[in-house]
């Protein structure tokens, strides 16, 4: 199993920073990608970027936070770290962000998302 727990959500004005964190921790090692999400009311939830934990550690970014956005990893003792650092942000960034990992075991993909965190953002 893995527990996700995110942090750093919050109100903050158009044009400001803001930063997420998402603790997991459990069986972290066989976690293979992590990423953020978010959902408004009355959409899908959508992957605002995302990380290879392993190999090549590529990052991927929905297009309409290319350039704002950036995750990265930190870890910590038995922890693995993401961060989302929400640069310029937009009142469209308002959303309810959840942090999403995943884990493969054997030919099993199995998902586990955090609780989520509540973004909003004022213009």
């Known amino acids: 199993q893995v527990h996700l727990v995110e942090s750093g959500g919050g109100l903050v004005q158009a044009g400001g920073s803001l930063r997420l964190s998402c603790a997991a921790s459990?069986?972290?090692?066989?976690?293979?990608?992590m990423a953020w999400y978010r959902q408004t009311p009355g959409k899908q939830r959508e992957m605002v970027a995302s990380l290879t934990l392993v190999g090549r550690r590529d990052t991927n970014y929905v297009e309409s936070v290319k350039g704002r956005f950036t995750i990265s990893r930190a870890d910590a003792k038995d922890m693995v770290q993401v961060h989302l650092q929400m640069n310029s942000v937009k009142p469209e960034d308002t959303a309810v962000y959840y942090c999403?990992?995943?884990?493969?075991?054997?030919?099993?993909?199995?998902?586990?998302w955090g609780q989520g965190t509540q973004v909003t953002v004022s213009s």
């Open positions: 999403n990992a995943v884990r493969q075991v054997r030919d099993v993909t199995l998902n586990y």
């Open positions: 459990g069986t972290i090692f066989s976690i293979t990608h």
